[in-house]
């Protein structure tokens, strides 16, 4: 991924995280955000307000212990405990707040995202699209909560710390008095060290610390490698099972995880460096402005109570300035995630885009109760716009029964078309309703659950009786399940290629659709079983229009009529837009928050 930085680009990012996420704060009758977030602001503020009394309280108990007042020493103890007591209030109201807010839009926008995500095929069409913007699970399910809980995390904490340097500058500027310097009066020369020392901090910061990103961005690289052959050894178990393989596997985990050794050590000389670095400037930080102070002190012109105070004072300011530093790599995290799932979002967008095109350019599913299934002048292309198949017209009348077979991937994409979910390409698709027509592919999709909620999906599991499930069951070859319906499984796992299919079968015969449209749907099959399916559809569902796409291992003599497809040859490209597109796509990205970048490579420069 390109680090070039688009005029702009961090402009876009900034407007496009706001479009995603902003309606959360902005929706009519949406008070709920704006309360918590008022709140949270308010802690913030009362959070400062304790500080700022617990640095002034500071003051006044060492200038009674000077003055060896008993009663105001007394007074200052209870005092104290009314601060700590509000400090512990408020800090937990603080947490819980703050997490109250997090997860409620977390859950907004993960519920917005999976919503347009997992809407007409989307989810489908978007993994077609090129770009980076794979692994949809880890952009929902981490991604957002890093958006959304780094976003609080760091308004909340910067909003803090720009409350705690104005607080505090003022009171460090009326603790510095007048200095003389080269005879000349000087005022707030505590508020000029302060800032000194926050900005040398700072350099020496990032000096000390240019390995640790380095080897950071290395280990986490390495730990993914590693973690992706964990999972490709898990989900090759059984060819590596039957090939006795283990040892060499084995010693293969071990080579891949050894690489992270040499990164983790030099991200622990990293660490170290800097922690020694930053340990000796936390302590410096609440003695140096005491030291500068103390001629003043044996002068006379400070108490003892004011030269403390101004030690606080002063370890407050250098601490509200380092806030760039101390979040820098929590603001790099936020912009990545919040990034992957801009990209996931304009997927979608793309997906959701292309397949809403109408006219010339675009296959225009028509949609009503219809007499007839009918393609006329029908092209369909590759999501880069280049033809698969070509100029093809076919019409299947009620109750007939069609087998439309040939090149492999030329049925793949009849078929999907006719599903509904290829929108690349251009023609005229007449469907029948959604309600009268099913499509079945070679892997019909099972949910989770119980073996009713997979026979009887995509209907709810209450609008059909056990009785008819357990005959649609045995009426297909699975009568060993028909005592397992209340079972709750992965079924996809459990059953085999074959028995998948003849649940699906089963799921045809239940849901009694007038229009079926199989997609390799009986090639997991025998060619006698192949034919005893479709003999089960003909028999129960005499009325119904069968239209199978792909390759059927049975007889033909079941089918009224046969039609072979070839594919399209010679690369043509139907849809120039589409193309242009998609070669754009494959173009480095720009990074949004370039001074992010810059930071980071001066850490391993």
């Known amino acids: 991924m390109s680090r070039t930085a688009e005029p702009g680009h961090t402009k876009r990012f900034f407007r496009d995280f706001v479009r995603l996420s902003g309606p959360y704060w902005t929706e009519r009758r949406c008070w709920r955000p704006r309360l918590l977030g008022l709140t ?54 603080h ?42 699970d880890g952009r929902i399910a ?75 961005d290395a280990r986490q690289t390495r730990e993914a490698e590693f973690r992706f052959s964990l999972v490709r050894s898990h989900e090759s178990g059984e060819p590596i099972a039957v090939a006795r393989g283990e040892p060499l596997e084995r010693e293969r985990l071990r080579t891949v995880f050894e690489t992270i050794a040499q990164s983790w050590r030099d991200q622990s000389v990293g660490l ?101 299934l009918r393609v006329r002048d029908l092209w369909i292309a590759a999501p880069d716009g280049t033809a698969t198949l070509s100029d093809l017209s076919l019409a299947v009348e009620p109750g007939e029964r069609v087998l439309v077979d040939g090149d492999p991937e030329a049925a793949s994409a009849l078929f999907r078309v006719l599903a509904g979910i290829w929108p690349w390409g251009r023609g005229q698709v007449d469907l ?26 995509p209907d709810a599991t209450d609008c059909h009786d056990d ?17 397992r319906l209340d079972e709750a499984a992965d079924w996809t796992r459990i059953l085999s290629p074959a028995e998948v299919q003849r649940l699906s079968f089963a799921r045809i015969l239940l849901l009694r659709p007038r229009w079926i449209v199989l997609g390799n749907a009986a090639d997991a099959l025998d060619p006698a079983s192949a034919d005893v399916m479709l003999g089960l559809i003909v028999d129960r569902l005499p009325e119904a229009s069968l239209l199978l796409i792909g390759q059927h291992p049975g007889s033909r003599d079941i089918f009224n009529r046969q039609l072979t497809l070839e594919r399209a040859t010679g690369g043509e490209i139907v849809l120039h837009e589409l193309h242009a597109r998609r070669q754009a796509a494959k173009l480095p990205r720009s990074r949004p928050l370039s001074v992010i970048d810059r930071l980071r490579e001066g850490y391993g420069g």
């Open 95 to 136: 947490l819980m707040v703050r997490r109250w807010l997090q997860f409620d839009w977390r859950r907004w926008l993960t519920a917005r995202v999976i919503g347009d995500w997992m809407k007409d095929a989307r989810h489908y069409q978007a993994d077609r699209i090129p770009g980076d913007h794979a692994n949809p």
């Open 467 to 483: 009785a008819v499930l357990r005959a649609g069951l045995v009426g297909v070859g699975l009568a060993y399940l028909a005592s």
């Open 432 to 457: 029948p309703a959604d309600d009268t027509l099913m499509a079945i592919g070679p892997w019909p999709f099972l949910p989770q659950g119980s073996l009713r909620q997979a026979l009887a999906f």
């Open 272 to 372: 170290a460096r800097l922690l020694t670095f930053s340990s000796g400037y936390v302590v410096l930080a609440s003695v140096l402005p005491i030291l500068v102070g103390v001629p003043r002190f044996l002068e006379g012109t400070l108490s003892l109570g004011r030269l403390v105070q101004s030690g606080q004072a002063f370890q407050q300011v250098t601490a509200a300035l380092s806030w760039p530093v101390d979040n820098l790599a929590v603001i790099a995290g936020w912009r990545a995630s919040v990034e992957r799932v801009l990209l996931l979002e304009e997927a979608v967008r793309t997906a959701a885009a292309e397949a809403a095109r109408k006219g010339e350019t675009a296959i225009n599913l028509n949609r009503a109760p219809a007499s007839q």
């Open 142 to 216: 981490e991604d957002i909560r890093i958006a959304t809980e780094f976003a609080v995390d760091l308004v909340s904490t910067l909003f803090y710390c720009v409350l705690l340097l104005v607080t505090f500058i003022g009171i460090l500027w009326s603790l510095s008095g007048w200095v003389r310097v080269a005879g000349v009066g000087v005022p707030g020369h505590l508020v000029v060290l302060a800032f000194g020392y926050a900005g040398a901090g700072a350099v020496v910061a990032f000096m000390l610390g240019r390995p640790l990103v380095r080897a950071t």
């Open 40 to 93: 949270l602001a308010l802690l913030v503020v009362a959070q400062v307000v304790l500080v700022a009394r617990l640095n002034i309280w500071t003051a006044e108990l060492f200038d009674a212990l000077e003055r060896r007042s008993t009663d105001r020493a007394m007074d200052q103890i209870w005092i104290f405990v009314l601060i700590l007591l509000g400090t512990m209030a408020t800090n937990t109201a």
